[in-house]
């Protein structure tokens, strides 16, 4: 009986018979052909055996099985969904947080007046979230072709597929806060022009107009600092579900 087993962490490759086997460290390729490798090939029964009894089936445990479907490429697909997710949520805390590194220790701290949360950020903290839902769908109705509709195993997996969509419910629900949209949405520049225009028109006359500057930056800053405290929480449990 043939079977074949893939495992993404291990280069070794192990081809064998009842009668006889390979081990070795060569990909049947043109890099390989070219690159060093070394393997071995061996006839010896009891060498056979020892690797059937002992090695295969740890081997086995760590990997994925090849089935008439070749699921790598969602596999694969999975892997850059889950690196996608990894990296915009650190690129989001890289955005509100500020890793503190001097004699005294080492430690990140939220930057309460001047945070630099962006829409696009938050905009691809829901586009990668969302791509990963749909290939756990995908790995959901591989997970019923391969084990033929198994209730116990499909149980499982749909118990994990709908903690995850709930959580993407809840990523989608946290992105759209006010207090997230804004202190991304917010301009310095675009509210003092807005409030030399709004609140100080009438006086905003030559001689006054640096005072007028002067004062709606004020209250710029103000907001400055307000914003972040009043979303530092909700900053927090989007990190977190992510």
């Given at each position: 009986m043939r079977s074949t087993f893939f495992?993404?962490?291990?280069?070794?490759?192990?081809i064998m018979t009842d009668s006889i086997v390979y081990v070795g460290s060569a990909n049947y390729s043109e890099e390989s052909a070219n690159n060093t490798e070394f393997?071995?090939?061996?006839?010896?029964?009891?060498?056979?055996?020892?690797?059937?009894?002992?090695?295969?089936s740890n081997i086995q445990n760590s990997s994925v099985p090849y089935y008439e479907y070749d699921y790598t490429a969602l596999l694969l697909e999975a892997n850059v969904a889950l690196s996608a997710t990894y990296n915009i949520k650190n690129e989001l805390y890289e955005e509100v947080y500020r890793l503190h590194d001097?004699?005294?220790?080492?430690?990140?701290?939220?930057?309460?007046?001047?945070?630099?949360?962006?829409?696009?950020?938050?905009?691809?903290?829901?586009?990668f979230v969302n791509e990963a839902c749909k290939i756990a769908s995908d790995i959901y109705d591989a997970i019923d072709t391969i084990t033929d509709g198994n209730e116990d195993e499909t149980i499982v997996a749909n118990d994990v597929y709908e903690e995850l969509l709930s959580k993407c419910?809840?990523?989608?629900?946290?992105?759209?806060?006010?207090?997230?949209?804004?202190?991304?949405?917010?301009?310095?520049?675009?509210?003092?022009?807005?409030?030399?225009?709004?609140?100080?028109?009438?006086?905003?006359?030559e001689d006054n107009l640096e005072n007028c500057i002067e004062s709606a930056s004020g209250e710029a800053m103000s907001v400055v600092w307000d914003l972040p405290q009043a979303a530092k929480e909700d900053i927090d449990e989007l990190v977190k579900e992510i």
């Open positions: 495992d993404f962490s291990n280069h070794g490759k192990i393997g071995f090939i061996s006839s010896d029964k009891d060498l056979i055996d020892f690797i059937k009894a002992e090695v295969l001097d004699v005294d220790g080492e430690w990140y701290y939220y930057v309460e007046h001047e945070a630099t949360l962006t829409v696009s950020t938050l905009n691809k903290v829901v586009e419910s809840r990523i989608e629900a946290i992105r759209s806060f006010d207090t997230l949209i804004e202190l991304s949405e917010f301009d310095s520049e675009e509210y003092i022009n807005q409030q030399l225009q709004e609140e100080y028109a009438m006086e905003a006359y």
